[in-house]
């Protein structure tokens, strides 16, 4: 199955540190959306890489930053972290020339401690 | 106010009955999704609807673009729907936003 893999499937780490997640989009999407799910909410939308680049960005402090590969994974990196950024980071990749078939997955427990 | 609201928040039913979960949204859509998330997180897109009613298996899901409103109906409820539902909107401008979901529990 070429579904959305990412890794790790879970992570603790301490204040202040960094910390970096990947994402390898299903095979054929080009596209690929970062989310973050605190627990008991809906997912929250960090940003979505697209050619390489920063297409869409939520409301979510630079000390979010991601990359996206030429091969079209990608990367969600957290520098500084906060107890609250303790939660589960979804990917998502879809084709950037339909807004259908979203693809995601199973998400990367982030616990801060 | 949250652009995508869903009610109610918990369910409880028992196996075998009629399920409806409800998704309101204020936000001009090209799409709406249903999306299942099982405890430890993976999510699993249910349907994507623009327009319309779909079907698959015990699962129907409605939406009335001028209500702005979308409902998702279970039929045959059994206990392996237990999850968490979740209403998103894609708005026109390429970005989903979510619904806080419904937990589902289905008892034997």
């Known amino acids: 199955d070429a579904g959305v893999t990412q890794s790790p499937t879970h992570l603790i780490k301490t204040r202040g540190q960094q910390v970096t997640l990947r994402c390898s989009p299903k095979s054929g999407h080009d596209t690929v959306s970062w989310y973050q799910q605190a627990l008991g909410q809906g997912p929250q939308f960090i940003f979505q890489y697209y050619e390489e680049e920063e297409r869409q960005r939520g409301n979510f402090p630079d000390r979010f930053s991601g990359h996206q590969f030429p091969n079209y994974s990608s990367e969600l990196n957290v520098n500084a972290l906060l107890l609250g950024d303790s939660a589960l980071y979804l990917c998502?990749?879809?084709?950037?020339?339909?807004?259908?078939?979203?693809?995601f997955g199973s998400g990367t427990r982030l616990t801060v401690v | 106010k949250n652009e995508v609201e869903q009610s109610p928040q918990n369910l409880t039913a028992q196996e075998g009955e009629f399920i409806t979960i409800n998704c309101s949204y204020s936000v001009g859509i090209s799409a709406l999704h249903w999306l299942q998330q099982h405890p430890g997180g993976g999510i699993v897109s249910l349907f994507m609807l623009s327009s319309g009613k779909k079907k698959h298996g015990r699962l129907i899901a409605t939406i009335n673009i001028q209500e702005k409103h979308s409902s998702l109906h279970i039929t045959a409820s059994h206990p392996r729907d237990s999850a968490v539902y979740i209403c998103?909107?894609?708005?026109?401008?390429?970005?989903?936003?979510f619904g806080t979901g419904t937990s589902l529990t289905v008892i034997p």
């Open positions: 998502a990749s879809s084709l950037s020339s339909v807004d259908y078939g979203y693809t």
């Open positions: 998103a909107a894609f708005n026109t401008g390429n970005q989903f936003y």
